[in-house]
């Protein structure tokens, strides 16, 4: 029986510091730092994983700087996206909307219809600032968007596997 691969071009956007950058690494590699340094246009990583008995896909996660000054340039790096992950803070509540802004942005600079997953990041901070976000907001967002909602920590790794697995059965179902 032959293996069945899929490529996937996926971009991880949303605001500067909600940990883009570290959800991704702990996707890829399991690991997490608190020295933080702030993406500058785009940064790459890929993993393959196997999601069934003869099938697996190979994912070229696209990390997209936040800082409003790469706005000019990030529609350049949209190109030929198969799938999304649009990320904000659970601690700080301005990164929802501006999350929001970010995914309108890329649907409409990509014109074909392509799969999204919603991710609150940094629930490990919830204990310590509480909840500042109204996540009734949130999954009425993600319904929008014809999504789910998942609340992650890259430095603890809860749901991270989970969200990017997730996408991945949604861009192979988009594909099939």
Do not use: H
Request: charged share 30%; proline share 1%; glycine share 6%.
């Amino acid at each position: 029986m032959s293996q069945q691969i899929y490529t996937f071009k996926t971009i991880v956007v949303g605001p500067a510091a909600v940990g883009k950058s570290s959800l991704i690494r702990r996707f890829v590699e399991n690991k997490f730092s608190l020295n933080y340094k702030f993406t500058i246009g785009v940064d790459f990583m890929s993993k393959s994983i196997d999601f069934e008995t003869g099938k697996s896909a190979k994912l070229t996660l696209w990390d997209i700087g936040g800082q409003d000054r790469f706005k000019v340039l990030r529609r350049s790096f949209y190109e030929g996206t198969n799938g999304a992950i649009g990320v904000f803070d659970l601690s700080r509540a301005q990164t929802f909307s501006k999350m929001k802004e970010w995914v309108s942005d890329a649907r409409q600079t990509i014109e074909t219809d392509f799969p999204v997953i919603i991710i609150g990041n940094k629930s490990d901070l919830i204990a310590d600032v509480g909840v500042v976000i109204d996540r009734n907001e949130v999954k009425q967002f993600a319904e929008k968007e014809k999504t789910i909602y998942i609340e992650t920590s890259a430095k603890t790794g809860d749901n991270v596997e989970e969200a990017f697995l997730e996408l991945t059965k949604r861009m192979i179902k988009e594909c099939s």
